[in-house]
């Protein structure tokens, strides 16, 4: 995937722009380019966003994102927009991140305060049969 591509950009931008809450201070700016995925940084007049796009075979993030919400809203970030299809996310921003705020081996007592939390969040999530995933407690129209 070319993240770099103006008609992709073009593409990305003018989705943001139909989904983020405010007005959209230019430059969108991207500050994360992997093989895997990519994240544009987007000043608004209400805020920072973020807008994260997957490869195709990182695509299955939005829907998850969207099953973890349902689940355990206290621990995902505010969505503003997600297109499940395409893989992208429009989040708004979470404030700074831990190795911004901590130094070092300091960061460690952190995360084994939070990562006994994310492996409960783990449990919650079983692989239906299809190998999607589903939480025990949402189920669709159709009752899967």
């Known amino acids: 995937m070319d993240w770099r591509d103006p008609d992709w950009l073009k593409d990305a931008h003018s989705w943001i722009r139909v989904h983020v809450p405010g007005t959209v201070i230019e430059p969108i700016e991207q500050p994360h380019l992997y093989p895997w995925a990519t994240v544009l940084r987007v000043p608004t007049s209400g805020g920072v966003a973020w807008f994260k796009a997957n490869a195709p075979i990182q695509r299955y993030e939005a829907a998850l994102v969207l099953e973890l919400v349902d689940v355990v809203p206290e621990l995902i970030v ?36 939070i990562l006994p939390r994310y492996a409960e969040l783990q449990l919650l999530l079983p692989l239906s049969s299809n190998g999607s995933w589903r939480s025990a407690s949402r189920t669709n129209a159709s009752g899967n």
């Not at 505010?78 to 700074?96: H, I, K, N, S």
């Open 78 to 113: 505010e969505l503003v927009a997600v297109d499940v299809d395409r893989g992208w996310l429009l989040m708004r921003d979470a404030g700074r991140r831990l190795r911004e705020l901590v130094a070092g081996a300091e960061q460690i007592k952190h995360w084994l305060a």
